[in-house]
């Protein structure tokens, strides 16, 4: 059973629990979906779009960074198969999961 311990002091790494607020717009224009506050993000799971991720990494608690990734051409919602969005994301908590000692002897 692992524990979900807060990190500080670092920037975000591959692997780290990210807790993100993000806006998406395509042509600056927001669209269904691509806002959430609070949203939980296991940086290298590949839940999000292609490229979301890998932008994440290097980011510090409170920064807000603009992401720029392309929808797949297979992305499930027709109108954004193919387009440029933008991603504006917030960072406000980074945790790894750390093991109760006893499993690490």
């Known amino acids: 059973n692992a524990r979900k ?3 500080e002091g670092r ?3 591959l692997g780290d629990i990210a807790n993100i607020d993000f806006v ?14 609070k949203q ?4 290298g799971s590949k839940t999000f779009i292609p490229g979301f991720e890998e932008q994440v990494i290097g980011m510090k608690i409170g920064e ?3 992401i720029n990734v ?5 992305y499930g919602a027709e109108e954004l198969k193919g387009k440029d969005a933008v991603f504006t994301v917030k960072l406000h908590e980074i945790k ?3 093991l109760p000692e006893q499993l690490l002897n």
Request: charge should be negative.
């Open 5 to 7: 311990v807060a990190v």
């Open 11 to 13: 920037a975000a790494q």
């Open 24 to 37: 998406g717009t395509v042509d600056g224009v927001k669209f269904e979906g691509g806002t959430a506050e």
């Open 40 to 43: 939980t993000l296991v940086i």
């Open 64 to 66: 807000d960074r603009d």
């Open 70 to 74: 392309k929808f797949p051409d297979n």
């Open 96 to 98: 790894v999961k750390e």
